[in-house]
């Protein structure tokens, strides 16, 4: 394995498109996210240097301490919110992010569609849904999407590119994976944002359009 988080960011996307041919999917409908949480902008300045532009971080806070000056450096990238998002973060979340991954229930929704059109940006917007159904986990109910979706869409005017999901970590994930790609499917959804460092190959397999790879490419978090 490569040394340097440019090396693995290459070796990942190696990972990815073999995993996609091998189930005949084309790689370029998978985006490779490279998630930078808790690194700091000289840990991340390599991989944009080498030509990635998707990014993931997953507190609002955190990113406006980093991704301003990188945008600056590098306009043309875009910035995913991975992480729970709470109503009073809104307006930063659409100002600063490209597309955000977390919508989970009505009050976000409103929140989101408020701001996108007080600022008139449009961030890419995918359902988190709590397959896991794990109490203290984020993501709406299976069963309660069809609403959520169509309050986004009918209500609010909001266009959503896919469901969102992170497995329970004990659990088989590629179970959840055909979940929710199932799910997707039947909510006449694209987008599939599923699969981390320990299982994004699965995810590509069962129809991942969206991976969120962290650890695999800037290292261990500490
Ligand atoms: C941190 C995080 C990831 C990346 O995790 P790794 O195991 O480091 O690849 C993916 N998705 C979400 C929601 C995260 O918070």
């Known amino acids: 394995m490569s040394e340097d988080a440019a090396g693995r960011l290459i070796e990942t996307g190696q990972r990815i498109a073999a995993a996609a041919k091998g189930v005949g999917r084309d ?14 902008a000289d840990d991340i300045r390599p991989v944009l240097e080498a030509g990635h532009r998707h990014f993931g971080e997953n507190r609002v806070q955190e990113a406006q301490g980093k991704w301003p000056e990188l945008k600056v450096e590098c306009p043309e990238l875009t910035l995913h919110l991975i992480g729970p998002l709470q109503s009073n973060k809104a307006r930063e979340a659409v100002a600063l992010f490209d597309a955000i991954h977390t919508i989970d229930r009505p009050k976000i929704a409103r929140a989101l569609a408020k701001e996108m059109d007080k600022q008139g940006r449009r961030p890419q917007l995918f359902i988190q849904v709590n397959t896991g159904e794990e109490a203290q986990k984020a ?14 869409r009918d209500q609010l005017g909001l ?7 992170i497995p329970p970590v004990e659990e088989e994930p590629a179970i959840h994976f055909a979940f929710l790609d199932k799910l997707a499917g039947e909510l006449g959804l694209d987008g599939r944002s599923m699969g981390m460092s320990g299982d994004f190959e699965t995810a590509v397999e069962m129809g991942a359009t969206h991976v969120r790879v962290g650890s695999a490419i800037f290292g261990a978090r500490g």
């Open 27 to 40: 790689p370029d409908e998978v985006t490779l996210i490279a998630v930078s949480k808790t690194f700091g």
């Open 159 to 165: 266009q959503i590119a896919g469901l969102m999901c």
């Open 139 to 152: 993501g709406v109910l299976a069963a309660d999407a069809v609403e959520l979706l169509a309050l986004c």
